[in-house]
């Protein structure tokens, strides 16, 4: 197995969850596909979709719910397999 990370395509503000009361996109443990939406970045109030970009195991997010993250930071790691 090998480990993949996540990383943010720009700068901006990470969610874990479409809207602040619904649930997160994806969660540690969970399995997802490579198309399946991991968080949101959003940037001058557009919001764009962060795939997982291997399918695995979602081990860790290595950022805090709408810390401000840099265009290529790490998000999230998946133990992809």
């Known amino acids: 197995m090998s480990r993949h990370e996540v990383v943010s395509p720009i700068p901006g503000v990470f969610y874990r ?3 602040p009361d619904s ?6 443990g969970q ?12 940037v001058m109030k557009s919001f764009h979709q962060v795939a997982a ?7 860790e997010f290595l950022v805090e719910n709408e810390d401000v993250v840099d265009a290529g930071q ?8």
């Open 17 to 19: 969850s479409p809207d």
């Open 23 to 28: 649930a997160p996109f994806t969660t540690e």
């Open 31 to 42: 399995t997802v596909g490579a198309d399946d939406t991991v968080c949101l970045v959003e």
């Open 74 to 81: 790490a998000v999230a790691v998946i133990e992809a397999g």
């Open 53 to 59: 970009g291997a399918a695995g195991q979602v081990v």
